[in-house]
């Protein structure tokens, strides 16, 4: 095949690394569009363009008037589809691909991640992985979509940043894996809005419950939470929380604490 011309493969890891990258970053001199072309043996231009095009198909960049680079707008297409088609697929065999460029494989590349899967066998096992590494994934392109912040505090350590899901993992296997389905928090904040305790409505502003209103002569209230109460979150680069997915939580998480 002449080199000018893009595989699928090629064209799944330019399509992987478009999810992990801020929009503003999409451009021959980040180091990781660099590290990616050194792998494929391509030019970071090579690669800075073709992560361009997949801007061009991308609805969130098409709304704003933003149409990222033209050329090669099917080829990507047909990648961005298959990706909202069969996310949890694509996603793991991005991974995988993208491993075998690395010279190593899932299991070596994941293996913190992996470490208590070590008495799982056969096909659990295979599922398990997989679950394991596309949420990992999961957490890379939110933490990229939030610029590495806190929707709530502005934390900026990721050490300290957890993706939580709008609808839960086991919820709705159709949008595991949709960049409007996370939200980059904290811990105390992923754990109060995953239990209910706080919510937020479709204008992105933060609720606090009634449970958790019992607690107001509580230093901690005072401290994490008083001053939380109708803030606006903190705006993604680009895929903004599904405003189906807050209300979903408003109904059956967080209206359980009302």
């Known amino acids: 095949m002449p080199k000018n011309l893009w595989s699928r493969e090629e064209l799944i890891l330019a ?6 990258l801020p929009f503003g ?4 001199h980040t180091p990781e569009i660099i590290e990616l072309a050194q792998l494929m043996g391509r030019t970071p231009s ?10 061009s198909v991308d609805p969130f960049h098409q709304n704003r008037g933003i149409g990222g680079l033209k050329n090669g707008f099917n080829q990507v297409k047909s990648i961005w589809d298959e990706f909202f088609e069969n996310q949890e697929e ?25 470490s208590d899967f070590s008495e799982l066998k056969g096909e659990t096992k295979i599922r398990a992985v997989k679950t394991r590494v596309n949420q990992s994934f999961f957490r890379q392109m939110v933490l990229a979509n939030y610029s ?13 940043l ?14 595991r894996l949709n960049p409007e389905n996370g939200i980059c928090f904290s811990p105390l904040y992923d754990k109060a809005f995953e239990n209910g305790l706080i919510g937020i409505n479709t204008d992105y502003k933060i609720l606090l419950s009634s449970n958790l209103k019992q607690h107001t002569s509580k230093s901690y209230y005072e401290q994490h939470f008083k001053n939380i109460e109708g803030q606006t979150i903190i705006q993604p680069q680009s895929y903004l929380p599904n405003k189906s997915f807050l209300e979903w939580h408003l109904d059956t998480s967080f209206g359980n604490r009302i």
Not at 25 to 28: G, P
Not at 46 to 55: E, L, P, Y
Not at 162 to 175: F, M, R, T, Y
């Open 15 to 20: 399509f992987n690394l478009y999810l992990k």
């Open 25 to 28: 970053k999409m451009h021959k």
């Open 46 to 55: 090579s690669i800075g363009m073709r992560v361009g095009n997949f801007a």
């Open 90 to 114: 694509l996603t793991f065999l991005s991974e995988q691909i993208l491993a075998e460029k690395q010279n190593t494989t899932i299991e070596k590349k994941y293996q913190k991640e992996l």
């Open 148 to 160: 590495n912040k806190c929707a709530v505090t502005g934390i900026d350590i990721p050490e300290l």
């Open 162 to 175: 957890l993706a939580g899901h709008i609808i839960p993992w086991s919820q709705n296997e159709k949008e």
